[in-house]
C-alpha cells in the first residue's frame, strides 16, 4: 500500500478517493509553518508519493536518487471536481510511481 502526501495546495478532499493508499498531508500531520526543505525531508523519511500542484516543484529540487516519487498535477483549476475527474488517472500515477522520478498528471476540467 503506498503512502501518499497531499502537497498544502492540492485539495485534502481528494484522500477520501484514493482507494487502497495512506494519505496525510500537512494538516493531518499538524506541519503548519515548516520550511520547505524541512518539509520535503520528513514527507520523504515516512512517504512513497508526493502530490502536488506546484508546477515548479519538478525543477526546484533535484529527485534522482530521492526515496519518493512526485506526480505533479496539471490543470486549469484547483477545484476539487477537477480532481474527481482524475482519480483514476492519478491512482495509475500513484501505482507506477517510482522513487527518484517525477510523473506529470494532466486533468481535463
Known amino acids: 500500500m503506498k503512502r501518499v502526501f497531499l502537497d498544502e495546495n492540492v485539495d485534502a478532499r481528494l484522500a ?3 482507494s487502497g493508499c495512506v494519505v496525510r498531508s500537512v494538516r493531518t500531520e499538524g506541519w503548519f509553518g515548516v520550511s520547505n526543505g524541512e518539509l520535503l525531508s520528513r514527507i520523504e523519511a515516512g512517504f512513497d508519493v508526493l502530490i502536488s500542484h506546484d508546477r515548479g516543484l519538478e525543477h526546484q529540487q533535484k529527485w534522482a536518487g ?10 486549469e483549476s484547483t477545484d476539487f471536481s477537477s480532481y474527481e475527474k482524475g482519480v483514476p488517472d492519478l491512482l495509475n500515477a500513484i501505482r507506477e510511481s517510482r522513487p527518484g522520478t517525477v510523473s ?5 476540467t
Do not use: P
Not at 104 to 108: A, D, G
Open 104 to 108: 506529470v498528471v494532466t486533468l481535463n
Open 66 to 75: 530521492r526515496s519518493l516519487g512526485l506526480i505533479v498535477v496539471r490543470s
Open 16 to 18: 477520501e478517493r484514493l
